[in-house]
């Protein structure tokens, strides 16, 4: 059977070595593909754009309901990358048992640093405090599904004397438990061939026919619970302190099931009722539909006429859409193995293009014939396939010119920003480093090195002869979200107004340029300091 080795000679270029060459694989380093490298870069940069300019171009965020934008690629990317990248940290397991607590450590690393970045314990970077409210904190009941997978792999390695703590769950706690699912099924089908793989797809499949299966009884399972749940009516409370509605108690009209709507959908169901409606994120992406804002895309007042549940809160990372986020790093693993298993550059883009184009026309199709829409917070079949797709295509798209062509060095920022993939997300995406900048301030913490901060007094309708066509034309470009009826803070970044907004004239440009050259560019720069220096940060 080939395998991939890693050449010395020319860095991270893929050769071809014998499994049964026993010598070179003793020698052989530790596997390192650029291509994988720089769309895991590519992944972080566009998180950051999206997070950063979203605002200011609404095919840039995410998408209210159903569709697809820019933003909605992310997350599968990323789970799409994880699966790949498994089979290459699996390439050879000498000891099951050590595998399986290599898994869990990562996982609960992953666990770790979601609840510290991303549960509400870090406030960067607008404010220089930190800490959550226990009672509205987002969790989810997904990890006690984790909890259990541990805790059963521990029993069986007679790991009884560890003890592992329980956090919560978003970004990087559905990375985390996808790659629980996904690597300890690698762990326990791994296969080791003595011979060459037999030529024809089927073998690939064939190969691990197990993992289909599972990916198979996911799908059914979620499908099941997804169509076949009853929704009843339910209530809400608004929490939302500058709203004129707080603490309003409303109930919304379902008694329906099979329904994919904001309202009277199985997923928020489920969450309502495991996870409790106070640990739900309180500004759902609904929020700027048509439905409710005549503002929609952007972010705006509710609608006279909006129904009640516009004000509602519901999980975008919940317990049935992660269960289905599982799919597209199943996905990403079959990709891997395909890299592992498959020897020329010509069979494996072959395999990864022409199932890349049919996933994604199978999810269009689906969308397309309404028969399961593109929804990312529901995480439905149609975006696995659209998504899974996209991301097969732009990968062998990265690996046609990089590894096979050897274009590397036009997309040297992205793979050193992929191989410091963890610090460029803590200290960019998370604004860990931004609010660093901003706790050094001269006399008041309003001025600090590189912004300012006006607050806006409070607006009401019945106190203001303006008409909403005036205001909505006046705030429509920014990305400062201006409620009618209450207190905000608007934080303008210096560099941004005086270098960049000011330069070209424009706020929508200005901002994304700023976001490319001040954010994304000088992280690629500051990646590779450290990639020099050999310093990255793994988990």
Same mark, same amino acid.
């Given at each position: 059977m080939p395998e991939i080795k890693a050449d010395i000679a020319s860095?991270?270029? /893929?050769?071809?070595?014998?499994?049964?060459?026993?010598?070179?694989?003793? #020698?052989?380093?530790?596997?390192?593909?650029? #291509?994988?490298?720089?769309?895991?870069?590519? @992944?972080?940069?566009?998180?950051?754009?999206?997070?950063?300019?979203?605002?200011?171009?609404?095919?840039?965020g995410h998408a209210p309901?159903?569709?697809? +934008?820019?933003?909605?690629f992310v997350m599968p990317f990323f789970l799409f990358i994880v699966g790949m990248a498994?089979?290459?940290?699996?390439?050879?397991?000498?000891?099951?048992?050590?595998?399986?607590?290599?898994?869990?450590?990562?996982?609960?690393?992953?666990?770790?640093?979601?609840?510290?970045?991303?549960?509400?314990?870090?406030?960067?970077?607008?404010?220089?405090?930190?800490?959550?409210?226990?009672?509205?904190?987002?969790?989810?009941?997904?990890?006690?599904?984790?909890?259990?997978?541990?805790l059963t792999c521990m029993h069986y390695l007679g790991c009884q004397k560890y003890n592992y703590a329980v956090t919560w769950f978003f970004f990087l706690q559905?990375?985390?438990?996808?790659?629980?699912?996904?690597? /300890?099924?690698?762990?326990?089908?791994k296969k080791e061939l003595t011979e060459e793989l037999p030529p024809g797809w089927p073998s690939i499949f064939k190969l691990y026919s197990s993992q289909w299966l599972m990916g198979a009884c996911i799908l059914v399972i979620y499908l099941a619970a997804i169509y076949g749940t009853h929704v009843p009516n339910?209530?809400? @409370?608004?929490?939302?302190?500058?709203?004129?509605?707080?603490?309003?108690?409303?109930?919304?009209?379902c008694a329906v099931r099979g329904k994919l709507d904001p309202p009277c959908n199985a997923v928020g169901?489920?969450?309502?009722?495991?996870?409790?409606?106070?640990?739900?994120?309180?500004?759902p992406a609904w929020k700027r539909s048509e439905a409710c804002t005549d503002n929609s895309p952007y972010e705006g007042p509710f609608r006279t006429s909006a129904p009640s549940w516009c004000k509602a809160p519901f999980e975008p990372e919940g317990i049935l859409s992660s269960i289905s986020a599982v799919l597209s790093t199943i996905i990403g693993v079959h990709f891997g193995h395909v890299l592992v298993y498959m020897g020329s550059h010509g069979?494996?883009?072959?395999?990864?293009?022409?199932?890349?184009?049919?996933?994604?026309?199978?999810?269009?199709? /689906?969308?397309?014939?309404?028969?399961?829409?593109? +929804?990312?917070?529901?995480?439905?079949?149609?975006?696995?396939?659209?998504? #899974?797709?996209?991301?097969? /295509?732009?990968?062998? #798209?990265?690996?046609?010119?990089?590894?096979?062509?050897?274009?590397?060095?036009?997309?040297?920022?992205?793979?050193?920003?992929?191989m410091n993939a963890m610090l460029v997300y803590v200290m960019a995406a998370e604004g860990i480093f931004a609010g660093f900048i901003n706790g050094w301030y001269y006399n008041d913490p309003h001025n600090t090195l590189v912004s300012f901060h006006r607050t806006l007094s409070r607006f009401h309708l019945s106190s203001f002869q303006i008409s909403y066509q005036t205001f909505r034309h006046k705030v429509h470009g920014s990305t400062l979200v201006c409620w009618l009826n209450s207190t905000h803070l608007l934080q303008i970044y210096w560099i941004q107004k005086h270098i960049f907004i000011g330069v070209w004239h424009s706020q929508r440009v200005g901002i994304l340029l700023y976001v490319i050259f001040a954010e994304i560019l000088f992280w690629g720069m500051v990646a590779g300091i450290f990639h020099r220096l050999e310093i990255y940060w793994k988990l």
């Open positions: 860095d991270h270029r /893929l050769t071809i070595a014998d499994v049964n060459d026993i010598s070179a694989q003793k #020698s052989d380093p530790k596997i390192r593909v650029a #291509s994988l490298d720089i769309f895991r870069g590519l @992944t972080v940069a566009l998180m950051i754009l999206v997070d950063d300019a979203g605002g200011e171009w609404p095919r840039i309901w159903n569709g697809c +934008n820019l933003a909605d498994i089979p290459l940290a699996f390439k050879r397991i000498t000891s099951r048992p050590d595998a399986v607590k290599k898994v869990i450590v990562r996982t609960l690393k992953l666990l770790f640093w979601g609840i510290i970045l991303q549960g509400g314990f870090s406030h960067a970077p607008d404010k220089l405090t930190y800490g959550v409210d226990m009672k509205k904190i987002r969790w989810c009941g997904i990890l006690q599904v984790v909890l259990v997978l541990i559905r990375i985390a438990f996808a790659y629980l699912v996904v690597a /300890l099924m690698e762990v326990f089908t339910w209530q809400f @409370t608004v929490q939302d302190r500058d709203s004129a509605d707080y603490g309003k108690v409303f109930t919304v009209e169901f489920i969450d309502r009722k495991i996870l409790g409606i106070n640990h739900m994120y309180q500004h069979a494996r883009l072959k395999h990864w293009i022409v199932m890349g184009f049919a996933l994604l026309i199978l999810g269009l199709v /689906l969308h397309f014939t309404h028969a399961i829409p593109l +929804n990312k917070q529901l995480y439905t079949f149609s975006y696995v396939c659209v998504t #899974s797709g996209a991301a097969a /295509l732009v990968f062998s #798209s990265i690996y046609a010119l990089v590894d096979v062509w050897g274009w590397k060095c036009m997309f040297q920022p992205l793979a050193w920003i992929g």
